[in-house]
């Protein structure tokens, strides 16, 4: 099975244009349920049908995975299935009519635009903190994925037109545009911090964002920066990259974005997953209700 597994891991990463952190979450999943159905005795791909796959779901459940957890391993597994189907290594999809199991809807969590304000201005003038302001503009003000902030270039950077190249979860390019504050913070970096973190180092790519060793900038890295602001800030809420994507997403609803173009700007394959954000426009029209209309 393990010829079939690399041979999907460099299908999904050639054709698909996956990014790394998305291929080596796949094949865990994968992994994770062939390893799982061995247990049961089956050794080979052809022996694996919808009960198997059903009794995983449930084994997920039982084992306390949340739903969205499931979920993105059922999305794993079937997109593998469907892979070895068209190869014609199977014949028929074991995950077809399995359903994902329903995800309850959470209050989505994001930053006001004064505690957006406050975290912006935190960063001081330092080679670090001119990088920092650099990360955080970009962030709130084009709502990436932090897998496509770690893995941007320098010369996915259009300073001059105002917008970045990101390739997404899916493979697909996309142009976000940069706001001109976002713009500033980044040439300030590009032309006089970053110079000072390379140190001169030369690399086989040209990574936007770097550490004190003038190598590309870490997830962990990133998280402890946000949580370093956040503390230093005494911003109550958690400050994650999600949290700044949110951010993003619910501004821009909140002053009137369409639901398509917001669909675009953050990468969703699917409308249903921009339509989460119309929750805050409903909680922002209930709050104007409550403050303005004599018999709320």
Known sequence: MNNFIEEYSEYIKKEKRMAPNSIEAYIRDISEFLLFIEAKGLAAMNMVENTEVIS???????????TSTSNRKIASIRGF?????????????PCQNIKSPKIERKEIEYLTIKEVDKLLSLPNNTVKGVRDRAILEVLYATGIRVSELIEANVEDINLRVGFITCTGEFGKARIVPVGRPARAA???????????LIKGKQTEDSPLFVNYIGERITRQGLWKLLKEYAKRGEIAKSITPQILRNSFAAHMIQNGADLKSLQ??????????????LSVTKNRIKEVYDKTHPRA
């Open 56 to 66: 995983f779901v449930l084994h997920l459940k039982n084992s306390g995975k949340s």
């Open 81 to 93: 299935y469907s892979f070895m189907q068209d190869k014609g290594y199977i014949k028929t999809n």
């Open 186 to 196: 980044l040439e300030e970096y590009i032309y006089e911090g970053r110079s000072k």
């Open 264 to 277: 675009e700007l953050l990468g969703h394959e699917d409308l249903t997953a921009t339509q989460v954000y």
